[in-house]
């Protein structure tokens, strides 16, 4: 097994590197690839390439030669893609649709593992039920749309041969998150208070918002069950990652401050609103769970935890 990541610089990375060496055995080779080339703790060294380069894609996929390309490459952030929509579409659809045609070009073997996002289900989700993958795609923002539109493409061409499994993580976290996403976000407010670096106020934006959260190890190991089991899976399946539990972001920040070693108070901050947010948003892994055999082997509020000790650590070291 040769497995070619996109974006392995970003978050979920070092993840998708530990679980396939965990769940795929070790005797399998691992290219890490980032537009921001150079070494990596994890990886040792990544390789530079700009997914949006259709021509360092192709020499990329033409010269590897990977049995799986797990692509990764994102803008990871929200508030990044709705900052540069026409930056978004680039990557995330243009980029995208670069990697398949250089799979069906140079590798027409190789099965593409593309990540997308369980917020392409968007407004469906107001129905209130957790969603499968059957759910219609209703995305509300720039991410998302352009996280369905490139999902969808990637679905038109499996109908040409290419070996597609189309992944829809929900909400994950784990220590490596930056504060653009909201655990991280009240985590390192709580280790700055603490550090006394702060005032004792954290600033929060909808904290009635519920969400489908999981420990970015148990999704990282959802995507190398797929590389494992592709043989056995049908190109063009779609897998949801989500742990089908409904996570309110306020009792999300109370366990973080229950941890705190001193008292904290939160104050709105208008800020932090934003006018698309789904009052909740909960998954179905039913499909996960019985083809992959993958279930969440982290409680969520171990991976509070471990966010909170590796924002404190990082407090400490600036």
């Known amino acids: 097994m040769r497995v070619l990541i996109t974006g392995a610089r970003g978050f979920v990375g070092p993840y ?14 691992v290219v890490a690839t980032s537009k921001d080339g150079g070494p990596h703790p994890v990886f040792g060294q990544i390789g530079a390439l700009d997914v949006t380069d259709r021509a360092a894609v192709r020499e990329a996929v033409a010269r590897h030669k990977p049995t ?45 593992i593309y990540v997308g996002s369980g917020l392409v289900y968007g407004e469906t989700a107001k129905a209130g039920r ?45 220590p490596g998150q930056t504060e653009a996403f909201a655990v991280p976000a009240f985590a390192m407010q709580i280790a700055r208070i603490e550090a006394g670096l702060a005032p004792p106020v954290i600033r929060v ?35 949801n990652v989500a742990s089908g539990i409904s996570w309110r972001m306020g009792d999300i920040l109370d366990q973080l401050l229950a941890r705190s070693s001193v008292k904290i108070v939160t104050e709105q901050d208008p800020l932090r609103l934003r006018p698309s947010d789904l009052p909740s948003i909960v998954g179905d892994a039913t499909r996960a769970r ?23 650590a990082r407090v400490a070291q600036a």
Request: charged share 25%; with cysteine; proline share 5%.
């Open 130 to 174: 957790p969603v499968d993958e059957n759910a219609l795609l209703a995305p509300m923002d720039d991410y998302a749309v352009t996280k369905a539109a490139a999902d969808l493409a990637l679905g038109a061409l499996s109908r040409h041969g290419l070996k597609c499994i189309r992944m829809r993580p929900f909400n994950h976290t784990g």
């Open 205 to 239: 934006g909808n904290l009635d918002a519920e969400r489908d959260f999981l420990d970015a190890r148990d999704v990282a190991s959802a995507y190398a069950r797929v590389a494992l089991n592709s043989d056995g899976l049908q190109p063009n399946t779609i897998f």
């Open 68 to 112: 799986h390309l797990v692509h990764l490459a994102a803008v990871a952030a929200l508030g990044a893609a709705q900052a540069d929509p026409e930056n978004t579409w680039r990557i995330h659809v243009q980029g995208a649709l670069n990697v398949a045609h250089a799979i069906l070009d140079e590798a027409p073997e190789c099965w593409l």
């Open 290 to 312: 019985t083809r992959l055999g993958w279930v969440p082997e982290h409680p969520f509020e171990e991976a509070l935890a471990a966010v909170l000790k590796d924002c404190r």
């Open 16 to 29: 998708v590197h530990d679980a396939l060496r965990r769940i795929c055995g070790r005797d399998m080779t």
